[in-house]
């Protein structure tokens, strides 16, 4: 990591670390899910369950959340294993968090960054919410960087978001 005004460092992506960060955003509508199924299905069961399809609703509902939850993770993984486990280059200035990996760039304004959050082995950016059917944030794996790189990479990433948020509301 350098410190030029900016922190430039490369790490590689982890296919678990994605898997684990796509349930976590799955997890908000998998609930809904779930309590919706146990609702109409509670709402079957009291109406007399005509037809006995409570019971099918229920186990139907909670199927299809569970393999939400577990096999959608997987299943974009591996869709996107040509992008996963690659380095990706990083760069924190003044404009925002730039990517590079493969053949493809992208950078992150500030006033876009909702959150910054540290979850196990990476650093995770929100962007907005749901967006086009697609969960809106970066992961920047923090399995490659020591401890005090980790530290600064996310004072640095808390302090810069909020000082041009702030900035920006005034």
């Known amino acids: 990591m350098e410190d030029t005004g900016q922190l430039t460092f490369q790490t590689r992506t982890n296919p678990k670390l994605v898997k684990a960060s796509l349930r976590r955003g ?16 509670a709402l079957l069961y009291r109406a007399g369950d005509p037809g006995g399809r409570s019971l099918s609703l229920l186990g139907g509902g909670v199927f299809a ?12 993984v591996a869709r996107a294993a040509h992008k996963i486990g690659g380095p990706v280059a ?17 950078t992150l304004p500030w006033s876009a960054i909702g959150a910054v959050r540290r979850v196990r082995g990476q650093i ?4 907005g919410g749901l ?4 969960l809106r944030r970066l992961s920047i794996p923090t399995t490659d ?26």
């Open 131 to 134: 967006s086009g059917g697609r």
């Open 145 to 170: 960087l020591t401890a005090a790189e980790q530290t600064r990479l996310l004072a640095v990433l808390r302090s810069r978001g909020a000082a041009l948020m702030d900035a920006a509301a005034a």
């Open 26 to 41: 799955l997890l908000p509508i998998v609930t809904v899910i779930v309590a919706a199924v146990l609702v109409a299905s």
């Open 65 to 76: 959340a569970l393999y939400l939850l577990i096999a959608g993770p997987q299943l974009a």
């Open 124 to 127: 995770l950016l929100s962007h």
């Open 90 to 106: 990083f760069r924190i200035d003044a404009v925002g968090v730039h990517t590079a990996h493969a053949f493809s760039t992208s």
